[in-house]
C-alpha cells in the first residue's frame, strides 16, 4: 500500500516544492526575499470590479448555485470581447464556456478529449498544464519546439508522421509562458492549414493576450484565421488582464464540439464560479479599457527596469515583447548548475527568488523565469544583490536598449 496511485505516479515532484522551503527558511531568519518566482500579480484589482462584486454579494439570491458554464451576460461579454479585440464573431450559447481560470479549463480539456495512449503535441518548455492535463488524462506528450520558428512547422510536420498512433492536439501558447515568445497571424495560418489537411485540434492558451508592449502589434487570436474555429479553442483568463488572479476566471471559447465536450465535463465537476465573481468580471469585460492600458504600463516598465539594472549588475537579459515574464539564460560562471540549483544559489546568496526554467519542460533548464511582480524600486535591489553574486563591476554588462 505503500505505492503512489497511477496518476500520482504520472507526475514528477513540483519543482517549486523544492525552492519554496528554502524561501521560508530564509524569511523565517529575517531575510528580506525579493521574490520574481510565481507570476502573482501584485497590483489591486481595479476599484469598479471590486465595488460591482460589494453590490452583488449583497443580494442573498446571488448566493445560490451559480452556472457551470458561466452566466449568461459574463458570455455575452466575453463574445463581445472577442469581436472588439479581434473582429471574431462567436455565439455565446454554444462556443464560449467560462472556467475557473485558464488553467482549470485547459485540464478540463484534456480530460474531455483524450482517451489512453493519444498523443498530444505540447511546446517544451511550457507552462506546465499543457503537459501535466493530458499526462493526467492518461494521454501520450511529444514536444515541440516552443520559438515559432522557421523550424516549427518542420517540426510539426516530422512529430505527425512519426508518432503512433498520429497526435489528436497541438499546443499553441502566445504570448508564451515562460519564454515570452510572440506568433503573428502569417504563423498561426500556416498551422491551421496544416493542422485542419490532418485532423488535429489546436488548442491555444492566449492567457496573456493583453500584456504587450509594441502598441502596433496586439497579439492575435488563432481564431482570426478563417476555418480555424473547425478545430480550435481558445483559452483566456482575466488573471492578468485585470489583477484579479484570485478571482479564478477564464473562458474557453472557439469549436461547438470541444466547447460542448468540455462544458459536459464541467457540468459534472462544479457549479461554475460565485455568482457576485461572474457578475463583477462581466462589468470588467464591458468597462473601458484604460484599467487595461494601466496595468500594461506598469508592467512596460517594470520590465525595462528589470532588463536594464540586471544587464548593470552583468547579467544581459533578452528584452520580453510581451507578458509579464523575462526569460533569461543561465550566466555563463553558473550555467554548469541548471536551473534547480542556480535558483537555490540566487535565494541563498542574494534573496531574490526565480522560477527554475526546469520547472517548464527538460529544455527550460538553461533558464530561469523572472516575473515582474516586484516593484522598480525592489527589481532594483534585486539586480543590486545579484551583481554582488557575479563579481561584476559597475556599468559592466552591455544594456540592451530597450523598444517599444
Known amino acids: 500500500m505503500t505505492d ?55 443580494d442573498p439570491r446571488t448566493h445560490r448555485y451559480s452556472s457551470s458554464r458561466g452566466i449568461p451576460g459574463l458570455r455575452k461579454a466575453q463574445a463581445s470581447y472577442y469581436g472588439r479585440r479581434f473582429g471574431v ?71 505527425v508522421r512519426h508518432s503512433i498512433p498520429k497526435p489528436i492536439a497541438l499546443v499553441l501558447n502566445y504570448p508564451a509562458n515562460p519564454t515570452a515568445y510572440t506568433a503573428n497571424l502569417d504563423f498561426y495560418t ?39 474555429i473547425d478545430i480550435s479553442v481558445e483559452f483566456t483568463s482575466m488573471s492578468k488582464t485585470y489583477s484579479m488572479p484570485g478571482w479564478r476566471v477564464g473562458f474557453a471559447v472557439g469549436n461547438e464540439r470541444l466547447i460542448a465536450a468540455l462544458a459536459r465535463v464541467k457540468s459534472y ?64 560562471q553558473f550555467a554548469h548548475l541548471g536551473s534547480l540549483e542556480f535558483a537555490k544559489l540566487l535565494i541563498k546568496e542574494t534573496g531574490v527568488g526565480v522560477a527554475p526554467g526546469v520547472g517548464f519542460g527538460e529544455y527550460g533548464d538553461q533558464y530561469i523565469r523572472l516575473a515582474f511582480v516586484e516593484n522598480e524600486q525592489r527589481i532594483r535591489q534585486a539586480a543590486r544583490n545579484i551583481k554582488k553574486l557575479l563579481g561584476s563591476n559597475s556599468g559592466s554588462g552591455n544594456v540592451v536598449p530597450l523598444s517599444a
Open 190 to 228: 500556416e498551422v491551421v492549414k496544416y493542422c485542419k489537411a490532418n485532423d488535429i485540434f489546436i488548442l491555444s492558451d492566449l492567457a496573456y493576450s493583453e500584456i504587450y508592449f509594441d502598441a502596433d502589434a496586439p497579439p492575435p487570436s488563432v481564431l482570426q484565421v478563417p476555418g480555424a
Open 4 to 58: 503512489d496511485f497511477h496518476r500520482i505516479r504520472r507526475l514528477p515532484p513540483y519543482v517549486f516544492a523544492h525552492i519554496d522551503p528554502i524561501k521560508a527558511k530564509a524569511r523565517a531568519e529575517g531575510v528580506d526575499i525579493i521574490d520574481l518566482g510565481m507570476g502573482n500579480p501584485d497590483m489591486p484589482t481595479p476599484a469598479h470590479i471590486v465595488e460591482k462584486l460589494q453590490e452583488t454579494v449583497k
Open 89 to 159: 464573431k462567436l455565439n455565446p450559447d454554444t462556443q464560449i464556456v467560462a472556467t475557473l481560470g485558464s488553467k482549470e479549463g485547459f485540464a478540463n480539456m484534456a480530460s474531455a478529449i483524450t482517451a489512453p495512449g493519444d498523443v498530444v503535441l505540447v511546446p517544451n518548455p511550457t507552462y506546465p498544464i499543457h503537459a501535466f492535463g493530458f499526462i493526467m488524462a492518461g494521454g501520450v506528450v511529444r514536444s515541440m519546439p516552443a520559438d515559432p520558428n522557421e523550424d516549427f512547422m518542420r517540426s510539426l510536420d516530422r512529430a
Open 269 to 332: 465537476l462544479d457549479y461554475g464560479a460565485f455568482t457576485p465573481i461572474q457578475v463583477a468580471a462581466t462589468a470588467a469585460l464591458n468597462g473601458s479599457d484604460d484599467v487595461i492600458e494601466d496595468v500594461r504600463k506598469i508592467y512596460k516598465s517594470r520590465r525595462d527596469v528589470l532588463v536594464e539594472s540586471f544587464a548593470r549588475s552583468g547579467w544581459d537579459i533578452p528584452v520580453p515583447k510581451a507578458t509579464m515574464f523575462a526569460w533569461a539564460p543561465i550566466p555563463a
